[in-house]
């Protein structure tokens, strides 16, 4: 056998007649298409490709597409929960006095992570001031924790999978004339 009529594999080529688009029917088909040179295993395999190639990319590009659901997922909460405690840093240093600053600034923590799709279940608050009494030029730190579960998983809290746990802080300096 020639070293030509071998492909990559070091499998023999089918002739040229092989490769054409007619596909042999049953019978005499069959032996007109072995008298040509081509064997029934290049006549069976004929549109397998198309098979692999479709299985291929499905197996491949299915947990490609939610990667990227996910690292989306990561993204926004990163969004949020910047947002969220930059806000509540804000609200805190508004109020008039710390209780009603802790207050405020839960609510503009719950306002902006549902703003951005997430549940307040998934969130924490953490405020803190130094010095400790919150006076007149003192600084307020707000963080914020955010779970974020990982998509199309209803069942994810159950289980506790998630993607990630993201924290953002924000401070501000309570203003001398409240």
Known sequence: ???????????????EACSRKE??????????????????????ERGSAVVEFTFLSLLLMVPLVYF???MAQLQGGSFAVVGAADQAAKVFVA??????GQAAAE?????????HGHTATDAEVETSCAPADCTAGSAVTVTVHLTV???????????????GRLSASATQL???FR
């Open 1 to 15: 056998m020639p070293l030509s009529s071998l492909n990559r594999t070091g499998r023999r080529q089918a002739p």
């Open 23 to 44: 596909v042999p029917r049953a019978g005499a088909d069959v032996c007109t298409a072995e008298a040509q040179g081509c064997t029934v295993e290049d006549v069976a």
């Open 68 to 70: 990227i659901i996910t």
């Open 95 to 100: 109020q008039p006095d710390a209780a009603a």
């Open 107 to 115: 609510q503009a923590v719950l306002l902006a992570l549902a703003d």
């Open 149 to 163: 579960p990982l998509p199309f998983l209803p069942f994810s809290g159950v289980l506790d999978l998630n993607a």
């Open 174 to 176: 309570v203003g001398r």
